[in-house]
């Protein structure tokens, strides 16, 4: 007797929605007030563990977008670690990452106000400086096991031309600031420090120009040289392990607490965990055994899906080694990720959450991560694998959304080439509201989501990028076009040489396909995006009469200026992207929104940053003042104190208000306030 529950269930929905009031779309009151987005929500970040103790990051945009570390403990609860004059973040890359480290109550910190290494040695003192930060910056923060040393990836800025990369150990607590020693240095970047459990071996991951870490890169070994007082001094004998022969996107190596080293690789077409050959225990057993031949990778029993995601950041944690043998995985399929237990034999479980970063374990047993679903705001947790989440420790907000406020993924495949193979992939988010519903006669408008990178991805997790327009009376699309991450390594190079090409004409068909379901309104499609996402925006702008209008935060707009302009660690991205840099000149010009400004008619929104290193101001005064001898309206809002990536309250505030105003004069409705 099926049918009667499942029609009562329909009638209670449908009962539900005719309760609500039908308002025109993108005039809806909703509880993801500007307040809220702006200056109530902290970012979370980097969760890590000390024993029972878990930290993480948060950033504050209501404190100018400083980043706080915040711990917690059963005793004390949950507490801010450092002075309030600290701002834990690092520029190595430009992006950063992996800014802080603890061990045994000790913490070591890239303070991004001074660029110093700076360690709180004890509970109450006073942080002090470890290593100098005058033009310096250091990223990948690990304590060694005894506590004795921190290994970083150090950005030397000091010298002229491109920032030098190496790997450094700095004394912690007692030689003077600044005696800290350069292990290694020669490659133009460097990654992931990893010490093996007894601290004989360090590996880690090394690159060159012209390659991104999601194209090339090579798992180096070489044993620890110490002083008499257990400082890490050296390194010798170096090794490469794997990618010197072939070229695959190693990333992440870790051991495991029996000695094995692990590491991600894409070489079987996805990124998934592999084990080094011969076992990192036979390695470090012996001197002599370093030399003996290697035979490589085995690729472990893993789950179906892509573990590994790109390394635009340091401290990434896409699986975590667990006693026993097994191993902790974030598996992406269908664009959503999965967090799964994976014993040496392959069983697999399913690992009760929904993480942003691998969980880590604690010594009694529970694990900590940040929690991020796609129906609640993010949030800092203790829980188990098999019964999930068993304690909040930090909200990203005070804000309960109610589940009817909440736009709930849904999974869109559509062609991409002729012959329908292969398939794009997108998030499809409705308009939800739990107050107001579509009018009888009118479909939503909807606003195309164009994630940056371009080499990254669309994701599930609750977002304020997504509901604040969903509880505003708009439907979502957030494209997954060729070249993001999630999908594998051939869909990942589908923009190879493409960019500008194949990411504009995915998102035009994912919106083609989303005009022939009739669920939206075909006259009120949006485009918007952030950095690369921008230039795709501008582009496609240029390139359909689909879209009635455009946002570009900080977006490229003259790829010649990007190529010359930009900071090291993209210097040669588009290489990959477009083309070598000067040779491919004219593709560069071709491709470039500047050069298509003068087809685009539909309105435009630029919102940029004053001090943007990534994307120089010049590059959006240039597309205002083409757009506008084209007879394109355009609006330019520069933010002062800004760089790539919106921080501070005052602007995020204005940023969210005046884009809403300013779809709400395109498509001719009076938003709510």
């Not at 309760?19 to 025109?24: I, V």
Request: net charge negative; charged share 20%.
């Amino acid at each position: 007797m099926p049918d009667a529950p499942i029609s009562a269930e329909v009638s209670s929905v449908a009962k539900k929605e005719s309760s609500k009031q039908p308002l025109p779309c993108g005039t809806w009151p909703s509880r993801v007030t500007v307040d809220l987005v702006a200056g109530k929500t902290r970012t979370l970040s980097e969760v890590s563990v000390d024993g029972t103790v878990v930290y993480w990051l948060e950033r504050r945009p209501s404190e100018k977008g400083r980043t706080v570390l915040m711990r917690w403990c059963e005793v004390s609860g949950s507490q801010e670690v450092l002075p309030p004059e600290c701002d834990v973040a690092t520029r190595v890359h430009e992006y950063g990452g992996g800014a802080y480290a603890v061990r045994n109550g000790q913490v070591v910190f890239s303070d991004k106000r001074t660029g110093g290494l700076w360690g709180l040695l004890a509970e109450d003192a006073t942080p002090v400086c470890l290593a100098p930060g005058e033009g310096l910056r250091y990223a990948d923060l690990r304590f060694d096991q005894a506590g004795h040393t921190v290994l970083a990836v150090r950005e030397d800025h000091r010298i002229q031309g491109e920032p030098k990369a190496a790997l450094v150990a700095v004394p912690v607590g007692s030689d003077p600031v600044g005696k800290g020693a350069v292990l290694y240095t020669g490659p133009d970047f460097l990654s992931s420090p990893a010490l093996s459990p007894d601290g004989a071996f360090l590996a880690w991951i090394e690159w060159d120009h012209p390659n991104m870490p999601w194209d090339a890169t090579r798992l180096c070994l070489a044993r620890v040289v110490r002083d008499a007082q257990g400082q890490i001094r050296a390194l010798e004998d170096r090794r490469v392990l794997a990618g010197e022969t072939q070229a695959e996107s190693i990333l992440e190596p870790r051991w495991a607490d029996d000695g094995r080293l692990l590491v991600i690789s894409d070489r079987s077409g996805s990124w998934t965990v592999w084990q080094v050959e011969p076992s990192a225990q036979s390695l470090h057993n012996s001197a002599q055994q370093v030399d003996a031949p290697l035979s490589g990778l085995t690729l472990l029993p893993m789950p179906e899906g892509e573990i590994g995601q790109p390394a635009w950041v340091f401290g990434q944690r896409s699986y975590q080694p667990l006693p026993q043998g097994s191993t902790l995985v974030l598996a992406v399929r269908e664009g959503v990720t999965h967090c799964l237990c994976v014993s040496r034999e392959g069983t697999v479980t399913p690992f009760a959450a929904h993480p942003e970063q691998c969980p880590v374990p604690l010594t009694n047993g529970h694990f900590a991560w940040l929690e991020a679903p796609s129906d609640a705001l993010p949030t800092v947790v203790v829980g188990t694998g098999q019964n999930g989440v068993q304690q909040v420790l930090q909200h990203s907000a005070a804000l309960t959304l109610s589940s009817d406020d909440i736009s709930r993924p849904e999974t869109i495949r559509f062609p991409v080439e002729e012959g329908g193979e292969p398939l794009g992939h997108a998030f499809f988010y409705p308009p939800a509201n739990s107050a107001a519903r579509v009018p009888e006669g009118e479909r939503p408008p909807m606003i195309v989501l164009v994630h940056g990178g371009p080499t990254a991805r669309a994701q599930e997790g609750l977002s304020f990028k997504v509901q604040w327009w969903t509880s505003r009376g708009f439907a979502v699309l957030d494209v997954n076009y060729g070249g993001s991450t999630g999908f594998g390594r051939q869909w990942r190079e589908r923009l190879k040489g493409a960019w500008g090409v194949v990411d504009v004409a995915d998102c035009i068909a994912a919106c083609q396909h989303m005009v022939k379901t009739g669920r939206i309104d075909p006259a009120r499609i949006a485009i918007r995006g952030s950095s690369a996402g921008g230039m795709t925006v501008l582009v496609a702008l240029a390139s359909s009469s689909l879209f009635a209008a455009g946002v570009s935060l900080y977006g490229v707009t003259d790829l010649r200026a990007l190529a010359q302009e930009t900071h090291k660690f993209e210097a040669r991205y588009l290489d990959g992207l477009i083309g070598p840099w000067p040779e491919a000149e004219s593709v560069y010009l071709a491709r470039s929104p500047l050069s298509v400004a003068a087809r685009i008619r539909a309105p435009v929104l630029l919102l940029q940053g004053a001090e943007d290193q990534v994307v120089p101001p010049a590059q959006a005064y240039a597309m205002a003042d083409a757009l506008k001898a084209a007879g394109t309206p355009c609006i330019l809002h520069e933010f002062p104190c800004e760089g790539h990536g919106f921080r501070q309250e005052s602007t995020i505030r204005k940023a969210w208000e005046e884009e809403l105003a300013f779809y709400g004069q395109v498509f001719g409705f009076q938003p709510q306030g």
